[in-house]
């Protein structure tokens, strides 16, 4: 009945930061040079893992003490970066995501891989993966066989995917206000979101 993982939630409640210039992305990629742990996901057009466009990048990771979090426009319409921007950045991303040093935490990140792949032009990705629906169903496969669970404020009412982000945040404690979860349903169409809503 104890939560297995004490979570200081002072340490995640940061504003996530729009890279909007080469510089502040350089100053980034500069950091995570020196990193070896860091969270990545990213956030497409649409759901769909072949015809898709990459808006936005998302990279998170502790530093001095804190966890800081980025996002970096993609081909979303408010992106700034020109054809020599892209290639410079492509370059530096490629590197980060071809170190076999660094353990990258995703959510169901074959989607994200798969689209980091494409847009990098990588053949493959070779940063140690560790996926969070995939950890905690080796922690406890047992709740797949739960069928409805029910919260006080009544979210579940309809079932819930015991290994979906949301509910697995929900058993640690975590809780998003729900004005800021962009739902699934949204993700099918994400270019009514400007960056400032997707970060």
């Given at each position: 009945g104890k939560n297995p993982f004490y979570i200081d939630l002072s340490l995640i409640n940061t504003k996530p930061r729009v890279v909007w210039d080469i510089r502040d992305f350089d100053k980034l990629m500069d950091v995570l040079e020196t990193k070896n742990l860091i969270c990545t996901d990213v956030e497409?057009?649409?759901?769909?893992?072949?015809?898709?466009?990459m808006f936005t990048l998302q990279i998170g990771f502790w530093h001095r003490g804190k966890v800081l979090s980025y996002v970096i426009?993609?081909?979303?319409?408010?992106?700034?970066w020109d054809k020599r921007d892209f290639a410079h950045i492509k370059k530096r991303l490629?590197?980060?995501?071809?170190?076999?040093?660094?353990?990258?935490v995703m959510s169901f990140g074959q989607f994200d891989i798969g689209?980091?792949?494409?847009?990098?032009?990588?053949?493959?990705?070779?940063n140690d993966i560790y996926d969070i629906p995939s950890a905690e169903f080796a922690?406890?496969?047992?709740?797949?066989?739960?069928?409805?669970i029910y919260a006080s404020s009544g979210d579940w009412?309809?079932?819930?995917?015991?290994?979906?982000?949301?509910?697995?945040?929900?058993?640690?404690?975590?809780?998003?206000?729900?004005?800021m979860i962009i739902g699934k349903e949204d993700r099918a169409n994400m270019k009514k979101f400007s960056i400032e809503e997707i970060a």
């Open positions: 497409g057009d649409n759901l769909s893992t072949i015809t898709n466009t426009p993609w081909r979303h319409h408010q992106f700034t490629r590197k980060l995501f071809m170190r076999e040093d660094v353990e990258n689209q980091l792949c494409h847009e990098l032009d990588m053949d493959v990705f070779l922690l406890d496969e047992n709740h797949k066989f739960i069928k409805e009412e309809k079932g819930y995917k015991p290994y979906a982000l949301e509910f697995v945040e929900y058993r640690y404690g975590i809780f998003r206000p729900a004005d």
